[in-house]
């Protein structure tokens, strides 16, 4: 006898087999494009001659979820008629007919999903247990509506979200709806409310509602740790972080605005509790005892629970503690963080995170005292518009002259050096532990810096303190050889030197031992020590100029024993690295010092002499022969300001002192490699005496002018066909024939005049008939011109 199924069982059975019919077809269909593609070369597949089937569609959607879609859709439709019905058809019925409707759709509703899960129709007993689950909801709300209408609503729905997750979660646990999915997690959500409702039921004050938040929180990172279904670890999760998160904002709320010890002891209670639920979070997922939290999420939770405990912690001694204490309790308790280093069953993720905390509270407790140290490391630089106007009050008013104090500063000097010492005790590893000495060496020299200026001591104690810092670094810097670590060091000199310029003395006097400071540190770091040292120097020079009521030409002598010493120092350090960088410094300070003579000639001409003299003695050296050149240009100069300011307005006094030079460096030239050709020796040398007397002779009426250019123009030409130098010929003959022709000028012009019209005209067509009969030897004649010309040098 045939058995036939029930319709709900036929209808999974064939799904099913059609399910398997797709996808043996889909295998079938890709094999059969892999043979083809294989056997394209050599075969083509024949082409059909009859009429071509069509295509059978291809399907968008597969059977379970078209299901599944339709179940959900279902389930919704279902839902919002439950909704309508309550809501509009519950005020026509009595009290009886309420209660058994309601009992009789929730009930019924709730045990369907069994036979359906006994039938192996997984999806639809979701969908149905879905529709229960909302159904309980819209009767929880039913029912307060007609029969606890007087009671408030936060109590109600305290009692109704704790009875729903029990129900749920007692609905989990029967035998069959226990493969249900849905009824878990959503006791799960229902249980986020009952302790939040609560407390706003008994009207708890803002402590009360947070220890709700955080109470609800820590049952859910039980649940996340604990259980293995991973939907109810999601939910677990993404509960623990929301009221958790809510919590934490509440309670460092309270913590902040929190007017005395009582208050602040509560909040930090919360804050401790939030802490610990965070701790033992990444502890678990530390320790991998579970899935729920991963390693960075253990990491991020240890953080967060040392960052709260601080918190907590040094909100309680906020409230008790004057306020300039509040930064250092903070930085107290972040560096007892790191007592996490020595426990050895800490899992590594915990520890990271601690530590990190620890450096994080650290990190805001530098950038708190960043305001004090940057006035007093630039407050001083407000001195150099009012300098040697007097000595001010106290440290404090030196930096502050045209700054503000910042409040709460009275600890910047002890959180500076804890950080320090924290840095050099802690740090262990190789790869870190110099840049962490480097960076403990900077700290202790900011708080040795500040502490003048935060006990408001004298200005020549404030004096003595930051001249003992900036050594303390710079001998630091020296020791460690790291370059990096001569920063602080030259940061606190400049303050230094702005600083001093409160009075006369204190600037002669620091200037002097910034100068042996930086020249005693040069033996070991030059390249940056030796131009400092060079760059005080300067400042000395003119600080002493000025001293003494020097005007500033004549403090530019003063300023010149800078740039002699440089290049005595470089000569010196030949092939050292500082070589250049002090070489660089000289020439800086060289100019400074033509700058400040620029106003008077004649010791601007001095000055420029004199710099030429330093040049000149540098190009001694063989790696520094082209600085010749700059020597001789800065000679040439000193010549023509000097005679500038002579009021000597002849150009030949400005010219013969370039043309002698010149020409001896041109013959000089010639000797070494006698293929040099004489325009390249000797023509510019000439042009630049000829050619400027060539033009004021053309325009001179005198006869002085013109006839001593034609006697030199004379001699080059005799000169260079004598030595057969083709640069002196030339230009000598043709500055002769131009002087001559302008010399008979005059005399031409009267000729011109007393013939008549026609006799120019006539001697042209003679001239022009005598070239053409003769051209060809004039031809020859030009060429013959040529190669003597060429044959000379």
Avoid: K
Avoid at 125 to 152: I, W
Avoid at 692 to 707: F, I, Q
């Amino acid at each position: 006898m045939t058995h036939i199924p029930p319709p709900a069982e036929e209808l999974r059975l064939i799904d099913a087999e059609l399910w398997q019919l797709d996808t043996r077809r889909s295998q079938l269909l890709a094999r059969r494009a892999w043979l083809v593609a294989a056997l394209q070369p050599q075969w083509q597949p024949p082409q059909p001659t009859g009429p071509r089937p069509s295509a059978s569609p291809r399907r968008d959607a597969s059977a379970p979820s078209v299901q599944n879609a339709l179940l959900v859709l279902g389930g919704v439709l279902l839902t919002v008629a439950a909704m309508v019905f309550t809501l509009v058809s519950w005020g026509h019925m009595g009290i009886t007919g309420r209660s058994l409707v309601l009992g009789a759709v929730t009930a019924a509703t709730l045990a369907a999903p069994l036979p359906l899960l006994r039938r192996g129709l997984r999806s639809t007993a979701e969908s149905v247990a879905g529709l229960g689950l909302a159904l309980t909801v819209l009767d929880a709300v039913a029912l307060h509506g007609a029969v606890f209408a007087r009671t408030p609503g936060a109590p109600y729905t305290a009692v109704a979200s704790a009875l729903l997750a029990g129900l749920w979660a007692a609905y989990s646990l029967l035998p069959y709806t226990s493969e249900l999915r849905l009824p878990r997690p959503a006791a799960l959500v229902a249980a986020q409310l009952p302790l939040f409702f609560w407390a706003v039921a008994v009207d708890a004050d803002a402590y009360g509602v947070t220890a709700a938040l955080l109470l609800t929180a820590a049952l859910d990172t039980v649940v996340a740790l604990r259980m293995t279904s991973t939907p109810l670890r999601v939910v677990a999760a993404i509960g623990a972080y929301g009221t958790g998160g809510t919590g934490v904002l509440a309670a460092g709320w309270l913590t902040w605005a929190a007017s005395g010890p009582s208050a602040a002891a509560r909040a930090a209670a919360l804050l401790l509790l939030a802490s610990a639920i965070a701790l033992t979070a990444g502890w678990r997922g530390g320790r991998g005892a579970t899935r729920v939290p991963g390693e960075e999420q253990s990491f991020a939770l240890a953080l967060t629970a040392g960052l709260l405990a601080v918190t907590a912690l040094g909100g309680v001694a906020r409230s008790v503690l004057p306020g300039v204490w509040t930064v250092p309790v903070h930085l107290a308790l972040g560096i007892a963080l790191l007592g996490v280093l020595r426990p050895a069953r800490l899992p590594e993720t915990v520890r990271r995170g601690l530590l990190w905390a620890s450096g994080a509270v650290q990190a805001l407790s530098l950038l708190w005292t960043l305001p004090v140290v940057g006035v007093v490391v630039l407050g001083p630089l407000s001195w150099a518009s009012q300098a040697w106007t007097g000595t001010p009050p106290d440290a404090r008013a030196a930096v502050t002259s045209h700054l503000t104090w910042p409040p709460y500063s009275g600890t910047v000097p002890l959180i500076l050096a804890a950080l320090a010492g924290v840095l050099a005790l802690v740090v262990r590893d190789t790869t870190w532990r110099p840049r962490a000495l480097t960076a403990a060496v900077g700290l202790a020299w900011g708080a040795l810096l500040v502490v003048p200026a935060v006990l408001e001591l004298p200005y020549a104690v404030g004096l003595l303190i930051q001249g003992a810092a900036t050594a303390g670094a710079l001998a630091a810097a020296v020791v460690q050889a790291r370059p990096v670590a001569l920063v602080p060091a030259l940061v606190a000199s400049v303050s230094l030197a702005f600083l001093s310029l409160a009075t006369r003395p204190a600037t002669l006097t620091t200037l002097c031992v910034l100068v042996a400071l930086f020249a005693a540190a040069s033996w070991r770091a030059a390249p940056l020590t030796a131009p400092t040292a060079l760059g005080y120097a300067v400042a000395l020079a003119c600080a002493a100029g000025a001293a003494a009521d020097w005007s500033a030409p004549h403090t530019a002598l003063l300023v010149l024993t800078v740039p002699a010493a440089a290049a005595l120092l470089a000569w010196r350090l030949a092939g050292s690295p500082a070589t250049l960088p002090i070489e660089l410094t000289g020439a800086t300070t060289a100019l400074l010092a033509v700058v400040l003579a620029a106003a008077d000639p004649s010791m601007l001409a001095l000055v420029l002499a004199l710099c030429a003299v330093i040049t000149a003695g540098t190009a001694i050296r063989e790696d520094r022969r082209p600085l010749g050149y700059a020597a001789t240009a800065l000679f040439l100069l000193a010549t023509w300001v000097r005679l500038a300011a002579w009021e000597v307005d002849i150009p030949e006094a400005y010219t013969v002192p370039v043309t002698i030079p010149a020409l001896l460096v041109g013959h000089l030239r010639r000797r070494r490699l006698p293929e040099t050709s004489s325009w390249t020796a000797y023509g510019p040398g000439l042009a630049a005496t000829l050619l400027p007397s060539l033009v004021m002779a053309w325009d001179d009426p005198d006869w002085t002018r013109p006839l001593l250019l034609g006697l030199a123009a004379l001699s080059l030409t005799l000169m260079g066909g004598g030595y057969s130098l083709q640069a002196p010929l030339v230009l000598g003959g043709s500055v002769l024939t131009l002087d001559a022709l302008h010399e008979l000028a005059p005399y031409i012009v009267q000729v011109a005049d007393a013939l008549p019209r026609w006799v120019p005209l006539a001697l042209a067509g003679l001239l022009l008939l005598a070239l053409g009969a003769t051209y060809e030897r004039r031809i020859r004649d030009v060429r013959r011109m040529r190669d003597f010309l060429g044959s000379l040098h």
